[in-house]
């Protein structure tokens, strides 16, 4: 039977955290916005599910590799200046996509460009906010954060995407790029009103040699521990599989059962419910390790089962959220777990690392999920990231490393 852990509110005791909470959730909007829409410009530019697998991988590819470099960064460096230019950085980007969609000269290479920069950016963000949370709460309190942070998210996304859907059904995309600019600002200045999220000395840019040899470090410390080695090449896998499906979403319900933008909406909008469900659910139990992230991995795949055979859009959007509450769980236990396990001064450069083999996955299952939609039919694309996923859940099943970590 589950036992309760201290609750997520105990986090907030921190006046540091709150704060960056606070601007964290405005920044949760604006993304959630811009997930929404930015997909959907490209399909209606496109009308192809091959150029939306080319746009999720644009912006999760170089998510993978830079996640080393923004490791090793948020390890030695000062975290707050860092976190700032970021956004500052993401803050142009969409400022620049809003004036170009506005004066009618944004291009799908421009969008192709743009979200190259937003995942640099995004992924060195991501290596300074990781260490920071235990640097502000303690290890102790690192899970009630991460389900706090990740629940947030995956609500504020419960309203976005049927907003931003039906927003782009009446007025276009360009609300949302604006909204998203406008978050980062809110953002910034959250962050700036921190006075330090660590290291408590800072040692400057490293070299190309530094960077290297935090790396190496990040790697060696992955790869002895094995069951932190099994899921992460585990994880590559699935992300491969899941992504399959997840690129074809839009295509799906569009194709098999000619929904509007506003129906897509209402579906992107319950899949973050599932997730922020599944969250909360990860901060206030302690289900033995090994054993529940099987399940959710296997249980994730069977609530993809129903989408290539159903014709029901009610159905359909419930496979995808139980799928989600799964996926939800799944992510916030095994964030936590790492930042229990890693000491904290690697923390940067084993998620740095880790973050490389989990997402490199995504890509080719982004391209393939756009080409088989166009090519096979969704239907079948679904069947395929099905099927997979629930395979490889099981062939999870068999590591005994996984089954009996119960750090």
């Known amino acids: 039977m589950a036992t309760v852990t201290a609750r997520t509110a105990s986090v907030f005791h921190s006046a540091a955290f709150t704060r960056f909470f606070a601007g964290q959730a405005l920044s949760y909007l604006g993304d959630g916005l811009r997930t929404l829409a930015i997909p959907l410009l490209v399909y209606r530019i496109t009308g192809s599910g091959t150029a939306l697998g080319w746009t999720w991988g644009l912006e999760l590819l170089p998510y993978a590799f830079v996640s080393i470099i923004g490791g090793s960064l948020g390890d030695r460096v000062d975290r707050r ?6 956004d500052g950085v993401r803050f142009a980007i969409m400022a620049l996509f809003t004036l170009a969609f506005a004066t009618g000269h944004l291009t799908l290479p421009m969008i192709y460009a743009g979200v190259v920069v937003l995942a640099v950016a995004g992924s ?12 502000l709460l303690g290890k102790e309190r690192t899970k ?57 000395n800072p040692a400057g840019l490293p070299s190309l040699r530094d960077v290297g040899h935090d790396i190496a470090a990040g790697w060696r410390w992955m790869t002895a521990d094995t069951p932190l080695r099994v899921l992460s090449f585990a994880h590559c896998l699935m992300n491969f599989i899941g992504t399959v499906g997840v690129v074809a979403l839009i295509p799906y319900f569009k194709r098999a059962f000619g ?9 992107f909008g319950c899949f973050a419910g599932g997730a922020a469900l599944g969250s909360l659910l990860a901060g206030r139990t302690h289900w033995r390790f090994g054993p529940a992230i099987i399940a959710a991995f296997f249980l994730d795949g069977l609530g993809w089962l129903p989408l290539p055979f159903t014709h029901s859009v009610p159905l359909a959007i419930a496979g995808i959220t139980f799928s989600s509450v799964c996926g939800g769980y799944r992510i916030t236990t095994i964030i936590s777990w790492r930042l229990r396990i890693i000491p904290e001064e690697l923390t940067g450069r084993v998620f740095g690392v880790v973050r490389l083999v989990v997402l490199l996955g995504i890509f080719p299952g982004s391209l393939l ?12 694309t679904m069947l395929i990231s099905a099927y997979g996923y629930v395979v490889l859940a099981m062939l999870l099943a068999l590591s005994p490393a996984v089954r009996r970590e119960a750090r």
């Open 81 to 86: 200046r860092l976190m700032l230019v970021c």
């Open 124 to 135: 060195i963000f991501l290596g300074s906010q990781t260490p920071s949370i235990p640097y």
């Open 144 to 200: 009630a954060a991460v389900a706090t942070l990740g629940a947030t998210e995956q609500s504020v996304n419960l309203i976005a995407p049927p907003l931003g859907g039906a927003i782009f059904a009446i007025a276009g995309p360009l609300p949302a790029l604006a909204a998203n600019a406008l978050t980062y600002l809110a953002s910034q200045a959250s962050i700036a009103s921190v006075r330090t999220f660590g290291p408590d």
């Open 259 to 267: 929904a509007g933008d506003h129906v897509v909406g209402i579906a």
């Open 369 to 380: 999920g756009g080409w088989f939609a166009d090519t096979l039919g969704v239907r079948p």
